[in-house]
Nanobody, 112 residues
């Protein structure tokens, strides 16, 4: 199985980005999924989870600003990130809990 993230980049504070995580060879429709991030010098942090049928849970640090969603027909997970802050700068990873697959990560940098 493989997960491939995309959509990262450089954005100004207050801006938005949408990350994608495309799954292949993974039981995507059956799997809860997670979004994590890791800033330099910090542990990897769980920021959002979504069940196979779309129920979401968020960390306090992103609640109200980030939205996780999924398209099971496209085997793709999304993370809409709004009102981005410099402290959101990190490498963002997706994870498929069914099988324990990780993506390679995509860099998000929030800076003016």
């Amino acid at each position: 199985g493989q997960l491939v993230e995309s959509g990262g980049g450089l954005v100004q504070p207050g801006g938005s980005l949408r990350l994608s995580c495309e799954a292949s060879g993974v039981m995507f429709n059956m799997s809860a999924m997670g979004w994590y991030r890791q800033a330099p010098g910090s542990d990897r942090e769980l920021i959002a989870q979504i069940t196979s049928d779309g129920i979401t849970v968020y960390s306090d640090s992103v609640e109200g600003r980030f939205i996780a969603s999924r398209d099971n027909a496209k085997n793709t997970l999304y993370l809409q990130m709004n009102d981005l802050k410099p402290e959101d700068t990190a490498v963002y990873y997706c994870k498929a809990y069914f099988g324990g697959y990780w993506g390679q990560g995509t860099q998000v940098t929030v800076s003016s």
